[in-house]
Nanobody, 130 residues
Framework: QVQLVESGGGSVQAGGSLRLSCAAS??????????MGWSRHAPGKEREGVAD????????VYPDSVKGRFTISQDNAKSTLYLQLNSLEPEDSAMYYC?????????????????????WGQGTQVNVSS
């Protein structure tokens, strides 16, 4: 049973920063590498993938809306995924979710930012005021 627990959300002013964490546990973490990512969902908008990476030494991929401001990273020893959010804008306000899937590196990047994951956390709320 895979479990993903997000934390680190909160309220900040525009231009501020937050670091989101996703503590992962369960069957997929018995293998060495998987595909993990972050998505966000704001009221009235479609869910948007904001960062994906293959944990076996892969690089992060981002949509243009967050490129250069958000950074995905991992701590394998702690089975934790992070999302650093810098230069936050009011448009970044949303519920942020962590997700994972046991894809190979090829499929992880082939499906990047499409939110095609089987396992999701409960989310952590980010509010950015102007």
């Amino acid at each position: 049973q895979v479990q993903l627990v997000e934390s680190g959300g909160g309220s900040v002013q525009a231009g501020g920063s937050l670091r989101l964490s996703c503590a992962a546990s369960g069957d997929t973490h018995s293998s060495s590498s998987i595909c993990m990512g972050w998505s966000r969902h704001a009221p009235g908008k479609e869910r948007e993938g904001v960062a994906d990476m293959y944990t076996g030494g892969g690089i992060g991929v981002y949509p243009d809306s967050v490129k250069g401001r958000f950074t995905i990273s991992q701590d394998n020893a702690k089975s934790t995924l992070y999302l650093q959010l810098n230069s936050l804008e009011p448009e970044d306000s949303a519920m942020y979710y962590c997700a994972e899937e046991r894809y190979t590196r090829f499929w992880c990047y082939e499906k990047a930012l499409r939110d095609d994951f089987s396992y999701w956390g409960q989310g952590t709320q980010v509010n950015v005021s102007s």
